[in-house]
């Protein structure tokens, strides 16, 4: 226990629209994800808007040593008095920390993140030269459902987020979870960090290409940017197994690390 104040939702400011602030509530649903992060004793995790201070307090009676970021400057004061000392609170934007200032590495992320720079954070951290080892986080469940999805059903989020990282479920999540309730559900992902290739960037470029329009053939969405010929793509496909005709979608990340290779 982290031995401070539990103050009464009744005293925290109302959920802000400008924030994206949708509280979790449901102790159920922060077991799951304190069990997904598989925190041992003073490991060091950061949290991503904290909120209210629910799932914070849930990461810390576990063991955790919480770095927590949170942009509304309204809560700062009162998730001060809950924690104290046991927490360590930066005021600011995700976005525009300069991680290494904040938290060192090795470390695992747990949010509940605002459905508006979800995906933004995700690939940011993914992407950073200091990646968390692991990171369980809520996002609505499209967006969660594009970052799991397999070839078929693939997306550029997919690509880019899979490229990275072993990514599985780990639960479903509804509206009334939340204060106030979203009108979308929601879904808990976790991410352990395991990159495909060291030249994921060149890899995540020429899928944007590739899913720029996607109703298209690959072999010629990438004509059209100049990319590679139509006959070469077509090659390249013919060498992966692939269809001639294949769409980006299609495409499994072990597909698109091949064809950066072949045609880049």
């Not at 009676?61 to 509304?72: F, M, P, Q, R």
Request: glycine residues 6%.
């Amino acid at each position: 226990m982290c031995g401070r104040l539990i103050l009464s939702v009744d005293m925290f400011p109302q959920a802000k629209k400008s924030f994206g602030q949708h509280f979790l509530k449901d102790r159920r649903v922060m077991k799951k994800i304190v069990d997904a992060l598989e925190v041992k004793a003073g490991e060091r995790v950061l949290e991503i808007g904290p909120g209210r201070g629910a799932l914070t307090r849930a990461l810390i009676e576990a063991g955790a040593d919480v770095v927590a970021v949170e942009a509304d400057r309204d809560l700062i004061p009162i998730l001060r008095e809950q924690f104290g000392d046991s927490l360590t609170l930066v005021k600011g934007d995700i976005l525009k920390q300069h991680l290494p200032r904040i938290i060192e590495s090795p470390y695992k992320l747990a949010s509940n993140l605002p459905y508006n720079i979800a995906s933004a954070v995700v690939e940011q951290f993914l992407s950073s030269s200091t990646p968390p080892r692991r990171m369980v986080v809520m996002v609505q469940r499209e967006v969660g459902e594009r970052m799991i999805a397999r070839p078929g059903d693939m997306g550029l989020l997919s690509v880019a987020c899979q490229i990275y990282a072993d990514i599985t479920r780990v639960t479903r999540v509804l509206p009334g979870a939340f204060s106030p309730p979203p009108k979308v559900e929601s879904l808990v992902v976790r991410l352990d960090y395991a990159p495909k290739t060291t030249h994921p960037e060149r890899v995540i470029a020429l899928a944007k290409f590739g899913f720029a329009s996607k109703r298209q053939q690959l072999q010629k969405n990438l004509a059209r940017a100049h990319v590679a010929a139509s006959e070469d793509t077509k090659k390249a496909l013919e060498f992966l197994g692939r269809s001639l005709g294949a769409r980006a979608q299609e495409l499994s990340v072990e597909d698109w690390i091949q064809l950066a290779s072949l045609l880049m």
